[in-house]
């Protein structure tokens, strides 16, 4: 069985590859900042300073469980299906948000709820 890296998905294509590359960027340079934030090398710090570091550590933590399940998603085949009403998501906005798991209409619900 041949597994090609342009799937369809209705009537377009993405370029797997290409998110897979972009998604494992992402996540190197997510856990990077995960190990940068994890060490003190100034010594001691403010607590308004921890402060800063927990929240951009969390932050990290989160964008990371994002990756991981869109690479998820890119390994089970529903990479670019909006996880609300099953619709295709369009490729600009996969483009500008790999991680992304709603299309437009879905995700202004969900935020306006």
């Known amino acids: 069985m041949v597994v090609s890296d ?62 991981d399940a869109a690479q998820f998603r890119l390994t089970r085949g529903t990479f670019g299906t909006c996880e609300i009403c099953g619709g295709q998501i369009p490729a600009h906005r996969l483009t500008a948000i790999p991680t992304t798991r709603l299309c437009l209409p879905c995700e202004r619900s969900r935020v306006e709820r």
């Open 6 to 67: 342009q799937a369809p998905l209705g009537e377009r294509s993405l370029d797997l590859a290409w998110f897979r590359r972009e998604l494992e960027q992402e996540r190197e340079f997510r856990l990077e900042q995960l190990i940068s934030l994890s060490y003190d090398a100034d010594g001691p710090c403010s607590k308004a300073h921890d402060e800063v570091r927990a929240a951009l550590r969390a932050g990290a933590r989160r964008a990371l469980a994002e990756i």
